[in-house]
């Protein structure tokens, strides 16, 4: 399976700290994107970062992506409680779209 | 509005009976997925379909049953061969297999 695999599972921080985390995963990919999900709610497409690429920044939001070791990270800085949902690492294999288990986050005010 | 809707947003199902999830696109999108999501848990993928009268089993196809006759289009059949069908049921659709996908807002089915 390429299925990526998130951590932590849950992460728990204050209002204003950075948060990070990390994806790994098996198999050679095209890309690797990040989706976040609100309880209860779909996923939605937070950034895609393309395998000749090793860093790439949205707003608050910095990927970086490592396919020698096959792992990704998220980071969020200067986080806020609006930032608390689930976060997926999702990879491309074998014509089709595969996430991992996901990360908790968890921010208190 | 371009976007992706499924419905219903609950169902509930009786042991032994068959329940369609609906999902609609009209972002033009050529792929399509269907995903199961158990609580606390990640995406699951159960069917994609990569255009129009084609698609493919995922890692969970087993218990579950899908078409693809339109474009807009890809309901999933749950049928009574699933013996543990409670769950969140997510629907995606992407340009292409290496896009952004997009997500309905989910169809929670619930066994009673």
């Known amino acids: 399976s390429q299925q990526g695999e998130e951590d932590p599972q849950a992460l728990s921080i204050q209002e204003g700290e950075n948060a990070t985390m990390n994806c790994s995963y098996k198999?050679?990919?095209?890309?690797l994107q990040w989706y976040r999900q609100n309880s209860g709610r779909g996923l939605v497409h937070l950034i895609l970062?393309?395998?000749?690429?090793r860093e790439k920044h949205s707003g608050r939001l910095r990927v970086t992506l490592d396919t020698s070791k096959k792992s990704s990270s998220l980071l969020i800085t200067a986080s806020r409680a609006a930032d608390t949902a689930s976060y997926f690492c999702?990879?491309?294999?074998?014509?089709?779209?595969?996430f991992g288990q996901g990360t908790r986050l968890t921010i208190n005010p | 509005d371009g976007g992706i809707t499924q419905s219903p947003k609950y169902l509930f199902r009786k042991e032994g009976q068959n329940v369609t999830l609906s999902c609609e696109q009209n972002?033009?999108?050529?792929?399509m997925y269907w995903y199961r999501q158990d609580p606390g848990q990640g995406l699951r993928l159960i069917y994609y379909?990569?255009?129009?009268?084609?698609?493919q089993k995922g890692d969970i196809a087993e218990g579950y049953s899908v078409s693809r006759e339109k474009k807009e289009s890809f309901p999933l059949t749950v049928t009574s061969a699933q013996k543990n069908p409670t769950a969140f049921y997510l629907c995606?659709?992407?340009?292409?297999?290496?896009?952004?996908?997009?997500f309905g807002q989910g169809t929670r089915l619930t066994v009673v």
């Open positions: 995606a659709s992407s340009i292409g297999v290496s896009t952004e996908a997009f």
């Open positions: 198999t050679s990919i095209n890309n």
């Open positions: 970062i393309r395998s000749n690429e």
């Open positions: 999702a990879t491309v294999g074998a014509q089709k779209l595969v």
């Open positions: 972002l033009n999108h050529d792929a």
């Open positions: 379909s990569q255009i129009v009268n084609d698609f």
